[in-house]
Nanobody, 122 residues
Framework: QVQLVETGGGLVQPGGSLRLSCTAS????????MAWYQQSPGKQRELVAA???????DYADSVKGRFTISRDSTKNVLYLQINSLRPEDTAVYYC????????????????WGQGTQVTVSQ
């Protein structure tokens, strides 16, 4: 059973910084492509950052230059460093794992954590 758990959210002022963490079972983070999503009330869950198995990262335009996704493969932890926070960054942030199993249809599976709340407010 794949287990993902996000931590690190909280209430911060605009311009502040936060580091979110995602821990997972069975070396999921080190062995798979990972991503962070955000979901605000009344909005769709949106991809904000992704990292390949090899460590290449991509970001949504809204967070480029402010968010950094990374992993510690030894600890099997995924991070999202968030700087220069804006009120519009307020959302629940979810850790996502995309796992390929070529022996089991449909061969690609996604797993999610429970989310951690980030609130940016004066």
């Amino acid at each position: 059973q794949v287990q993902l758990v996000e931590t690190g959210g909280g209430l911060v002022q605009p311009g502040g910084s936060l580091r979110l963490s995602c821990t997972a079972s069975d070396h999921i983070i080190s062995r798979n492509a990972m991503a962070w999503y955000q979901q605000s009330p009344g909005k769709q869950r949106e991809l904000v950052a992704a990292i390949t198995v090899g460590g290449a990262a991509d970001y949504a335009d809204s967070v480029k230059g402010r968010f950094t996704i990374s992993r510690d493969s030894t600890k099997n932890v995924l991070y999202l460093q968030i700087n220069s926070l804006r009120p519009e960054d307020t959302a629940v942030y979810y850790c996502n794992a995309r796992v390929i199993d070529s022996t089991r249809w449909p061969y690609e599976f996604e797993y999610w954590g429970q989310g951690t709340q980030v609130t940016v407010s004066q």
